[in-house]
């Protein structure tokens, strides 16, 4: 039976709401990202207090990936060998590299603090969902210029065909001081008659993170 990777859910977190396949789940109208991120985190009472502890990239990535995984049980369907995380954005980890050089540019008021310098790497988010998940599979990062829909299908195209994964959570998770924009997408085999809620190609790719669909 021919299976090709197929859009099966989706996450948006962008402009102060929450989508999740289309349907709007949470809207605020707190400004400052941090506490947009806390708010939605208490409104679902999530239990993962580390949440606390990330800077505000990581909880844009945490916060996608705990909606577009509820109930896709992906962990009883899948070996965590099996799963991959390939994730994009512009800036990196600059945000909270801003905050780290803040406190080491005075010299007489030098105070790196390790829990800001351990997030000064993009890829920690990729780390978070991980251990949230138990996800062992391919886990990369890549900067881009701007969101490249056609290089995101590429890529992880390539991850189903050499059968590195069987399932793939990709898309873009950018934060850069108070813009941020969280697009995440679950990919996944899927056979005739069950194709998923899109199918996965580069201009479906943009139209949702473009909330066109």
């Known amino acids: ?54 800077d505000n990239l990581c909880k844009l990535g945490f916060l996608a990936s705990e909606f577009l995984l509820k109930d896709k049980e992906i962990t009883t369907r899948y070996s965590g060998e099996d ?4 994730l994009y954005n512009a800036a990196s980890s600059l945000d909270t590299d801003r905050n780290h050089q803040q406190s080491i540019q005075d010299r007489l008021a030098y105070f790196p603090s390790p829990s800001v310098f351990v997030y000064t790497l993009a890829n920690i988010v990729i ?29 992880v195209s390539r991850l189903f065909n050499d059968e590195i994964v069987q399932c793939c959570i990709t898309g873009w998770v950018e934060l850069n001081e108070n813009n941020y924009h969280g697009a995440l997408y679950l990919i996944e085999k899927t056979s005739p008659g069950k194709e998923g809620i899109a199918i996965f190609e580069p201009q479906i790719i943009e139209d949702i993170y473009l909330q066109r669909r």
Not at 83 to 86: D, E, F, L, Q
Not at 135 to 153: K, R, W, Y
Request: with cysteine.
């Open 127 to 155: 780390g978070e969902i991980s251990i949230r998940h138990k996800i062992f599979g391919e886990g990369t990062f890549f900067v881009e210029e701007h969101f490249n829909p056609a290089l995101m299908h590429e890529y």
């Open 1 to 54: 039976m021919n299976e090709n990777p197929a859009i099966t859910g989706y996450c948006l977190i962008h402009d102060r709401q929450v989508v999740l396949s289309g349907d709007l789940l949470f809207t605020s109208n707190e400004k400052q990202p941090g506490a947009f991120f806390t708010e939605v985190y208490k409104n679902y009472s999530l239990n993962y207090p580390k949440f606390y502890k990330m």
């Open 83 to 86: 799963v991959g995380i390939i």
